[in-house]
């Protein structure tokens, strides 16, 4: 299969690599803005060459749409405007409410399966790429039913050959789910972050004493500005009222440690325990 | 050497299963208040046998108390009035100011080495305990003028056989940089836990999507009450100053999603990234 990756991130990279792993492509062109990383990704042996746009979905039997999700709805819009009925398009940002509406009218939408491969470090940039990351993970796909069946079933077969489980939802649903579990992830621990390096101003101490949960709580604190706030901006109804929720809970928690409330304090540790049915590991 | 343990959970068991690795100790001997958890522990090969506090104190040349923090005190002085010249007793909590008050004009103060291993996971109890987890960590020892010269000598020299490294701070000090390093963040997984848990009522969709960065931070929510609570009323005005700013930085990212003012949110992001810097990984 020959394949158009748009974006050498970390996401759009490290498929790139699965499939040329897995030998599911046998040639991967690249598209991308940013000369050095375009340059790193060949270096790298991530694509085959870099092209225009306009070049590399011409010779492409699936394009992949990888870069951040702010972007994503005009890149689709130009690939769904240059698309045959014999290809296939996939975007995999982490938001889908926004992208869905904009292609949504689109004569071409059914060649489209908007998917999240449910994935991804606090590092960025071709450089942090790997071929086995997917694997063992889930992939959602949004309102399967606007997509080709046939389009669906090859999408779904290669997300399957990467090791990946397939989960299907509403575009909506979708974005308020990954507020909860996903976004609201990385805005604790950026937060944690800017704490920390304000109140500690002994970077040292941070360093050594850092034993104690901090590093894996903080670890997303890493991640890419320009990755995560169009996330959050498109996201942002759902990530407010999160937010909200967890600013909220926090102050409780407060309020019970300054009245040395031990019975409040168990009580909302003991809730919080619960998250050990969800997550087995 | 012959040591005892007083408190046979995750911090006292795998201390005694690391000294019984390194073929430190020749016979250790425990003391533990709940019988399932004694006989977890001589089950498991933690202990050799387990004792009441008085026999098993004039047995040991080393007495490590690894009991929760608002008991370590008490169990503390009970140890110290039964110790000889020749004993040498340690803790190994989380908190150091309380302790360091309580036992400041004790007699044989002298006989007592105050240290944090800077190691801990979400779990609890004997079952949890493993023999090489001290490994590659710091250990904090307080007041080390308070400590005869030999008994830290001994005691730095057995946490260097576990592959520790030693700091050295101040009581104060070390509670102080412990709630920015590793209190809060055992906070900020709890209200994580309980924010999620009560707005994503459907869990199947927390456990399908927590590839996204979830699990990490949220890990430290599975630990254990009976550890924490104490830790957080011991260090409550070190606690309350850090989690005040945390909710005062979060409010002010709220703030500018809600405007979208994306240059406030890169501003946030990039000193965030800071992080870097201090956690090479």
Not at 37 to 60: K, Y
Not at 99 to 123: D, K, N
Not at 163 to 183: C, K, N, R, T
Request: glycine content about 6%; some cysteine.
């Amino acid at each position: 299969m020959r394949v158009a990756v748009i974006g050498l991130g970390l996401i759009g990279g490290s498929f790139a690599l699965a499939l040329k792993a897995k030998g599911i492509a046998t040639t991967v062109v690249g598209v991308e803005a940013n000369p050095q990383h375009a340059a790193m990704a060949i270096e790298l042996g991530i694509v085959d060459s870099v092209m225009p746009l306009q070049e590399a979905v011409a010779e492409a039997e699936l394009i992949a749409i990888a870069v951040p999700v702010d972007v994503i709805p005009q890149v689709a819009i130009k690939v769904l405007n240059r698309v045959t009925e014999s290809q296939i398009v996939i975007d995999m940002g982490s938001t889908k409410e926004e992208l869905c509406e904009m292609i949504s009218l689109h004569p071409m939408r059914h060649r489209f399966v908007a998917t999240h491969p449910m994935w991804g470090t606090e590092f960025s940039g071709p450089q942090a790429a790997t071929a086995d990351s997917f694997a063992g993970r889930n992939v959602v796909i949004c309102e399967k039913s606007r997509s080709a069946v046939e389009a669906v079933e090859r999408v779904e077969a290669l997300y399957r050959a990467l090791g990946m489980d397939i989960l299907e939802m509403e575009a909506e649903q979708h974005d308020l789910h990954a507020a909860y579990v996903s976004h609201i992830s990385h805005i604790t621990s950026f937060i944690l972050s800017t704490t920390v390096l304000e109140k500690e101003r002994e970077e040292e101490a941070i360093f050594n004493l850092a034993g104690g949960g901090f590093d894996s709580t903080v670890r997303l604190a890493k991640s890419n500005a320009d990755t995560w706030i169009p996330i959050f901006t498109q996201n942002k109804y759902n990530i407010l009222d999160v937010l909200r929720e967890y600013i909220h809970q926090l102050n409780l928690f407060r309020k019970a440690l300054e009245r040395d409330d031990t019975v409040a304090l168990r009580e909302i540790i003991t809730r919080a325990n619960d998250i050990r049915k969800v997550l087995q590991e």
